[in-house]
C-alpha cells in the first residue's frame, strides 16, 4: 500500500468517524471524543495524500 492510498484509507475512516460523531453530539452519547479522533484521523489522512506525491 501507497502513501497516497494509505491517505485515501485514513480520509474515509476519519470522514465516517466524524459524521459519527457529529451524529453522536447532537443525540445522547458520547460524541465529542469520535468527533475529535475523526478529524484528526481526518486531517492527518489528508497530510499523507498531500506530502506523499508521487
Do not use: D, K
Not at 12 to 22: E, K, L, N
Amino acid at each position: 500500500m501507497n502513501n497516497s492510498s494509505l491517505g485515501v484509507v485514513l480520509m474515509s475512516v476519519g470522514a465516517v468517524a466524524t459524521v459519527a460523531g457529529a451524529l453522536m453530539y447532537v443525540l445522547p452519547g458520547p460524541g465529542l471524543p469520535v468527533l475529535v479522533v475523526g478529524l484528526a484521523l481526518l486531517a492527518g489522512g489528508a497530510a499523507v495524500r498531500i506530502t506523499g506525491g508521487r
